[in-house]
């Protein structure tokens, strides 16, 4: 499918979607961003298209804005703004790409609260939904030290390693959840139309079931009776906990404590939350940012409330003359070999390239434990399902087995 090159208006236009054939009498197809249907057909006809179909895109809020829009839109900056590209026009270009309706109307707010003499950073800071204290704070940085596109250049990367990690991590979750969601429906299934079906035939034995076979028909006419809270109860429950969990702070706590103990994913959420923590402080002080002030957005950003409060009370000890090392020691929450990192930073000031390394260290460690879950989960899963599944069908044959060997 072609599409053809945006058209040259603000972002304010309209997204068009056309079809055409090329001067090889091949169908195309695509979006244009434009003022109106005429401005369409004058650009396609330029570029040899004959044109035989256009009309407006139907209208639509968007899709929510993500963090992997912002990672994306603040790499595009910092690339046209290391290029030359004055930082208005680089707002157009950006804006005019954008085919997310809300990422578009975002950037354009942006663009003219810039215009008329707002400061990029107070401008973000209008939108903390989608630029958190850290962000606005580099490119504040940034501003002021007149280094605003290496900032970026440096937010860019921070966001991309933050969603790499991410991603990792659901990778990793992702497989043994699904698994579990269809063991589940399968499991229902059999409940509430096989096992039914076996226990009319056991009816016409006139003898006693052994235990297994009972248990196994207990729990299906418990299904059948109460099939609305079988299938109901799980996602409520699951609904209520996670609001509890994302509302409550001694819940927060409590949860990410536990986390944080889980065999093998412990280990990886762990190591996935220093990794972020070292590199979100390193991201900071190398922009300039004092550690005190650092440290406001290191612990949000570091995904977990153990370390959060851990964050708070280093920023205290920090904040009355203690040294780095000395107060992440004081928490004990830290592995020995970041704090011989922060320490070796500490003494040489170069405190932000040792953190760089350690979240390097640490995110290449997260992609060996997702790469190491992934071939052990899937033997570990079939285990359980075919204990489960094998039980059933054991339970259920009991009777024949013991029919026959009557006969």
């Not at 809020?61 to 790499?75: E, M, S």
């Not at 401008?123 to 290496?150: M, S, T, W």
């Not at 990886?268 to 300039?288: E, N, P, Q």
Request: net charge positive.
């Amino acid at each position: 499918m072609a599409t053809a090159a945006l058209a040259t208006k603000g972002p304010k236009d309209l997204i068009f979607e056309w079809e055409g054939r090329d001067k090889n009498g091949k169908v195309v197809r695509g979006e244009m961003r434009a003022g109106g249907e005429a401005a369409v057909n004058a650009t396609l006809r330029r570029q040899g298209v004959m044109v035989t179909k256009v009309r407006k895109r139907r209208g639509s809020a968007g899709k929510p804005i993500k963090q992997k829009d912002i990672a994306i839109f603040t790499r595009q900056l910092a690339t046209m703004m290391k290029a030359g590209v004055p930082l208005l026009q680089a707002f157009d270009i950006v804006a005019r790409g954008a085919t997310n309706p809300r990422l578009t109307k975002l950037l354009t707010d942006i663009r003219t609260d810039v215009e008329t003499g707002t400061s990029l950073s107070a401008a973000f800071r209008k939108h903390p939904n989608h630029f958190d204290p850290l962000y606005c704070n580099l490119v504040e940085a940034g501003e002021a030290g007149g280094i605003l596109e290496q900032l970026l250049d440096r937010l860019a990367i921070y966001q991309e390693k933050t969603i790499a990690i991410k991603q990792k991590i659901k990778s990793a979750l992702m497989y043994p959840i699904a698994v579990i969601v269809v063991a589940f429906i399968v499991l229902t299934v059999i409940m509430l139309f096989v096992i039914p079906a076996f226990k009319t035939v056991f009816a016409s034995f006139g003898a006693d079931l052994p235990a297994p076979t009972l248990l196994v028909i207990a729990i299906s006419e418990f299904f059948t009776s109460y099939w609305y809270l079988v299938l109901g109860g799980p996602v409520l429950g699951l609904y209520f906990f996670f609001q509890a969990w994302k509302r409550n702070e001694k819940m927060q706590m409590m949860m990410d404590r536990l986390l944080l103990r889980i065999p093998v994913f412990g280990d990886l959420i762990l190591k996935s939350t220093i990794a972020r923590w070292t590199r979100t402080l390193s991201t900071m002080f190398a922009a300039g940012v004092p550690l005190v002030e650092a440290l406001d957005s290191v612990g949000g950003a570091s995904g977990n409330a153990v370390y959060q409060q851990a964050t708070e009370q280093i920023q205290r000890d920090v904040s009355t003359g203690a040294a780095l090392t000395t107060s992440m020691t004081a928490t004990g929450v830290f592995p020995n070999m970041v704090l011989q990192m922060a320490a070796i930073g500490e003494e040489s000031g170069s405190l932000d390239h040792m953190l760089g390394k350690a979240a390097e260290f640490y995110e290449d460690e997260v992609d060996e434990m997702v790469k190491g879950l992934s071939s052990l989960m899937e033997p570990f899963i079939i285990v359980i399902l075919g204990t489960l599944i094998g039980g059933i069908v054991v339970s259920m044959y009991l009777p024949i087995f013991k029919l026959g060997s009557v006969v």
